[in-house]
């Protein structure tokens, strides 16, 4: 049985729902990829736009990460520990880029939402 205020809400609704004031921060950033050529194609030009602009960020995340592997220091030395703290921010800042971009691509905090209002649900 399902109750009047049930009413599965919009995506957009979803998403501010379960992480807040980043929802906006995530959709204009780029790296929000349900309308592109990886998730829905709902307008062909936006789609491609969203798709390409993601490319760009990813691949001056990789050269960023490649310039500071070439740094060439002494081991052990304080520019060694420094670069490989940079190395490590930027791995995991790619990383991050990435699972994001998947994370929207397939839907995945539309799902979560849902888990968590079937078990509010379950629970009242």
């Known amino acids: 049985m399902e109750k009047e205020g049930d009413k599965m809400p919009s995506s957009e609704a979803m998403r501010s729902a379960l992480i807040g004031p980043f929802s906006l921060i995530l959709h204009y950033s ?4 349900r ?5 829905r194609r709902n307008s062909r030009s936006r789609a ?3 798709t390409i602009l993601f490319a760009t960020i990813a691949i001056l995340f990789l050269i960023r990460m490649v310039l500071v ?5 002494p081991v052990l030395s304080y520019a060694w520990a420094d670069s490989n703290i940079v190395i ?3 791995l995991h800042s790619f990383v991050s880029l990435v699972a994001l971009a998947r994370w929207t691509t397939k839907g995945v905090f539309d799902r979560i939402y849902a888990e968590l209002r079937a078990i509010k649900r379950l629970h009242s």
């Open 30 to 33: 780029g790296f929000d990829l």
């Open 35 to 39: 309308v592109s050529l990886c998730g």
């Open 48 to 50: 491609t736009a969203g």
């Open 69 to 73: 592997f070439t740094s060439f220091t």
């Open 88 to 90: 490590f921010m930027a």
